[in-house]
């Protein structure tokens, strides 16, 4: 599925709906449903929340936590000519077993940097059975109840000069132990001509 344009995250807050969810958490607490066992009531509007809203960005900005270590943003071959270098990959997974603190994930998308602008490449959300591409190359995704499953990569079958630029990846989803919406992102990682991987 491809759009003829591509999509810019922009920012921007809604206090409105950041006072619901925090009036509704209490309601939770004072009538004793947040016990042992998971409020399917928060969750859902949770995972409602985690859906509509844009992470880290967009109106639940306030109410996003963010972690730099769980998910990895890796790109092969380690050195590309333009016109050259073929079946180059950027993958975005939990590569080296951390510790997600996400109970559940949303969406994961892909971004790049356009001057100082986060545009959006690539996107699987968990209502949606596949990913959703704003870029020539293709793309997989999968989004698991098994965090080292869920995984989003992007190819090109040769490189172009889009494919060089700086990317960051982004897991969105409800936070195991707060019910929170969670943003857990990758470090940003550049891809330059003729040049290895570089972590920002």
Known sequence: MGRAN?????????????HDVLIFRNNIKKEN???????CAFLSLALVLAVIGDPGQGFLS????????????KYTPAH??????RNVSLLCADQNDNQSQLLEIT?????????????LLAELRDNEDEPETMFGGSVSAKISQNIRET????????VTEETFGTYRCKVVGVERKTL??????TSEVAILMGEELLMI
């Open 180 to 185: 929170g919406i969670l943003t857990e992102m």
């Open 33 to 39: 449903m947040a016990g042992p066992h998971l409020s």
């Open 80 to 85: 590309v000519v333009k016109g050259l270098t």
């Open 151 to 158: 995984f989003l990569q992007i190819n090109w079958p040769v």
């Open 62 to 73: 306030d109410a996003t936590d963010v972690s730099l270590t769980p998910f990895d943003l």
């Open 6 to 18: 591509k999509l810019e995250i922009q920012g921007g807050t809604n206090r409105s709906w950041q």
């Open 107 to 119: 969406r994961i998308r892909l971004l790049k940097k356009t001057s100082s602008v986060w545009t």
